[in-house]
């Protein structure tokens, strides 16, 4: 599925304003705790065979650390964010410096369609899923069928502000299998995941805090932030998957977890 992560150090990480409703100013990051944090989850990535790629952090950009947000990744071929917050804008720039760095495939949508990356496109089981509402524009998912190449399935998410991308209420664990919020979906969407997947995996609002869709998933394993219900971890124990729990707190404050902190490296013959 996936051999290469990108993640971005939080030496700027702070909530300096509130663009979700999981922001609030009052609500200090401890940068020790942080960092601290950032090195777990870079560990799990090394132990389990991954690639780590570091993005430097710029100042005046403090959710660069949701380095998801920033675009998307599918063999050689890097997708530009366009951020909705001008607070966000800058952050895509950078990346795409990096990827041209790193001679891969530059693809853009027009400035005024805006589309956040992995937060609201994934690629699993030869399938692309992606999501509009709350950050990504409508108009982006033509855009993008039209740079992949392929067909999406879409999904609308609007119906709760604490879920402003798919990738907050949705995560694809591979050989037909898929963890939700169902609340943050309509009934057509909730049909259209069950035709796409042999196995549906549902979160209750007692994982709400602790953003347990908001994961990593290799063939084997699922990355997530500390605090997923034990009913959830032996689901997903049952399914062959080995589970990293690893703290998130920190990130928890901006609105984001594993997945949010993680570009993923999608391969298209996976």
């Not at 690629?123 to 033509?142: C, E, L, M, N, W």
């Not at 991308?165 to 949705?170: A, G, I, K, R, V």
Request: overall charge positive.
């Amino acid at each position: 599925m996936i051999n290469t992560v990108l993640l971005c150090p939080p030496k700027y990480y702070q909530i300096e304003y509130e663009i979700n409703p999981w922001m609030h100013v009052e609500n200090k990051v401890d940068p020790e705790r942080t960092h601290e944090e950032f090195d777990n989850l870079k560990n799990i990535y090394k132990k389990i065979g991954l690639d780590v790629w570091i993005m430097d952090p710029e100042p005046g950009l403090p959710d660069m650390v949701y380095t998801a947000n920033c675009g998307f990744v599918i063999d050689n071929l890097f997708i530009k964010a366009n951020f909705r917050y001008q607070q966000r804008r800058k952050e895509s720039d950078f990346a795409e410096k990096l990827f041209r760095q790193k001679k891969f495939k530059i693809a853009t949508l027009p400035s005024n369609v805006y589309f956040e990356g992995q937060g609201d496109l994934f690629f699993r089981d030869g399938k692309f899923f992606a999501a509009y509402g709350r950050r990504t524009s409508k108009k982006a998912i033509g855009h993008l069928e039209n740079i992949l190449g392929e067909k999406i399935i879409t999904f609308m998410v609007k119906k709760d502000p604490y879920f402003f991308h798919l990738d907050t209420c949705f995560a694809p664990l591979g050989k037909g299998k898929v963890i939700i919020h169902p609340a943050s979906f309509s009934n057509d969407d909730i049909d259209k995941i069950k035709k796409n997947f042999r196995k549906v995996i549902t979160v209750s609002k007692k994982d709400n805090p602790f953003f347990c869709c908001n994961i990593v998933a290799t063939d084997d394993a699922v990355i997530v932030g500390k605090g997923m219900s034990k009913d959830i971890k032996r689901t997903l124990e049952k399914e062959g998957l080995k589970v990293f729990e690893t703290p998130m707190n920190e990130y928890f404050k901006g609105g984001g977890s594993v997945k949010c902190t993680t570009l993923e490296f999608f391969r298209s013959n996976s």
